[in-house]
């Protein structure tokens, strides 16, 4: 398994504004998925993008993938309070385990 | 959606005794169930891999005979801190694999341990 690198480790955003969050990683991967955890709590599944896929939209979230750069981005619009938590990405090859980085710690001030 | 459950939520045990956690998958079969630690502020850290009806996998630098863990049923994993420590304290999460699928993981809750 591989863990991918979140960056930045933090970020510090105004309600409504955009955040973007990045995720590298090394090797090849099968698709790669973002998460959620709100402080205390267990991950929440966000988003799986497959290798062969450049973009994804879900609901105000929009990813990318790049597998010729080896990466990710998160995009979350029209932010809100309530999408305060940490973001973890997961590269992952098909059947391996899942791996996390340090996260990307957001806080949307109301 | 699929739902992983944890019990307990929190517990707080005195050194030298043990503690067991139950990751239950509610709705789902889960073949492959996974366990996590997490100390505050920082990244989960893989356990462990756990096999309906065969032995975990633990992940280098992690005890086997310290973090027992158990698979005995498609719905059900169990992870048993023997002989917990201060240091042991954590935040530890399950996750679990949809049976025939090799990348639907849903996670639990978390049980947040507390040894004195």
């Known amino acids: 398994s591989q863990q991918g690198e979140e960056d930045p480790q933090a970020l510090s955003i105004q309600e409504g504004e955009n955040a973007t969050m990045n995720c590298s990683y090394k090797t090849s991967i099968n698709n790669l998925q973002w998460y959620r955890q709100n402080s205390g709590r267990g991950l929440v599944h966000l988003i799986l993008i497959r290798s062969n896929e450049r973009e994804k939209h879900s609901g105000r979230l929009r990813v990318t993938l790049d597998t010729s750069k080896k990466s990710s981005s998160l995009l979350i619009t029209a932010s809100r309070a309530a999408d305060t938590a940490s973001y973890f990405c997961a590269p992952q090859t098909s059947g391996s385990r899942l791996t996390f980085g340090e996260g990307t710690q957001l806080t949307v001030n109301p | 959606g699929a739902v992983v459950s944890q019990h307990p939520s929190r517990v707080i045990c005195k050194s030298g005794t043990s503690v067991k956690i139950e990751c239950r998958s509610l709705?789902?079969?889960?073949?492959?169930m996974f366990w996590y630690r997490q100390f505050p502020k920082k990244s989960l850290m893989l356990m462990a891999t756990?096999?309906?009806?065969?032995?975990?996998?633990?992940e280098q630098g992690v005890e086997k005979d310290k973090f027992l863990i158990n698979h005995a049923s498609l719905t059900l994993s169990t992870l048993t801190v023997t002989s917990a420590h201060p240091e042991d304290s954590s935040f530890y999460i399950c996750?679990?694999?949809?049976?025939?699928?090799?990348?639907?993981?849903?996670f639990g809750p978390g049980t947040r341990l507390t040894v004195t």
């Open positions: 709705d789902f079969q889960a073949t492959t």
């Open positions: 756990s096999n309906e009806g065969s032995k975990a996998t633990y």
């Open positions: 996750s679990a694999r949809l049976a025939g699928s090799s990348y639907e993981q849903y």
